[in-house]
């Protein structure tokens, strides 16, 4: 069995990271320098950084934030936010980046994909995805939402009639603006098109505390053959064998809970190695020590 990956995310705005609620009401979690340096010597298997105001403003992500977080960590390194098109990937990875994650440009021009897995490798593409519940297709009202030329395909079910709302809708720009698009169905084509992992953000459960979107998981996990981050909602090491194991993920994300060191990642990986999940071993030094409880959140 593959070893499970437990991957910080750093949310940076304006050169700070963030964190918040279901993508709102952000607070300041401190430098992306100081806490990228922290993660690699607590045993972080790989690190996310999101520049989650670039696409809202129209810009590229801060090329020199990534290039001094890239010369602190000795991790895989996944940088996204405001990525348009492969001179832009180029650029990310020659400041330090491994991996980029693009969502909004993909939704925009799927084609992308493709023309990026083709020019760096698909190990170096990742597709976020940020889906949330529609209440639509449990019964409730919901808005109706013009889909983009993305979404016409399997817009209509097999007997020419409607298909029915999707159950998890993909988002775009930071969480604001929905597509139109199944979750599921567009996890499954951006992987066909060559995304070599798919980030899965469940905007319901991010920020929360209260566990992953086990559901969601298991549901594009099932769906894809590419590697699955499961993402938002993690609040205590449980979530994290629970996502892991019963909802099929091959690697799991989270930002406050570590900002916060309301959990340790070395925490995490104890219990999953109790529960017979594979990871990498953390560093002697940020071993636990004990059963002492985490730090409280500030």
């Known amino acids: 069995m593959l070893t499970r990956r437990i991957i910080p995310c750093l949310d940076v705005d304006g050169g700070r990271v963030v964190k918040g609620v279901h993508f709102r009401g952000l607070r300041d979690a401190g430098d992306p320098v100081e806490l990228a340096r922290r993660y690699d010597r607590e045993g972080a298997d790989e690190l996310v950084f999101l520049d989650i105001s670039a696409t809202v403003q129209g810009r590229e992500t801060l090329v020199e934030v990534v290039r001094r977080v890239a ?27 491994d991996k980029v994650a693009i969502n909004s440009a993909a939704v925009a021009r799927p084609q992308l994909v493709t023309e990026a897995a083709r020019r760096f490798g698909r190990q170096c593409i990742v597709v976020a995805i940020d889906a949330g519940r529609n209440p639509a297709a449990a019964g409730g009202a919901a808005a109706p939402v013009a889909p983009p030329a993305a979404a016409a395909e399997g817009a209509v079910g097999a007997t020419g009639s409607p298909a029915p709302p999707p159950r998890w809708t993909v988002f775009t720009h930071g969480g604001r603006r929905p ?110 020590a004990g059963a002492g409880p985490a730090e409280a959140a500030p």
Not at 71 to 97: H, K, M, N, W, Y
Not at 191 to 213: M, N, P, R
């Open 71 to 97: 010369s602190e960590v000795f991790i895989p390194l996944t940088v996204g936010g405001g990525i348009r098109d492969c001179d832009q990937i180029a650029r990310l990875l020659a400041a330090g980046a």
């Open 179 to 288: 597509t139109g698009l199944d979750a599921v169905a567009w996890a499954r084509r951006v992987a066909a098109l060559g995304a070599g992992e798919i980030l899965l953000t469940s905007i319901d459960a991010d920020g929360t505390q209260a566990g992953f979107d086990l559901e969601l998981t298991r549901a594009v996990a099932a769906a894809v053959d590419v590697p699955v981050i499961a993402s938002g909602g993690a609040g205590r090491a449980e979530h994290f064998a629970e996502v892991l194991t019963r909802g099929g993920a091959d690697a799991a994300l989270a930002a406050s809970i570590f900002h916060w060191r309301q959990v340790r990642i070395a925490e995490v990986k104890a219990l999953l190695a109790a529960r017979g999940v594979p990871v990498r071993p953390v560093p002697d030094a940020a071993a636990p």
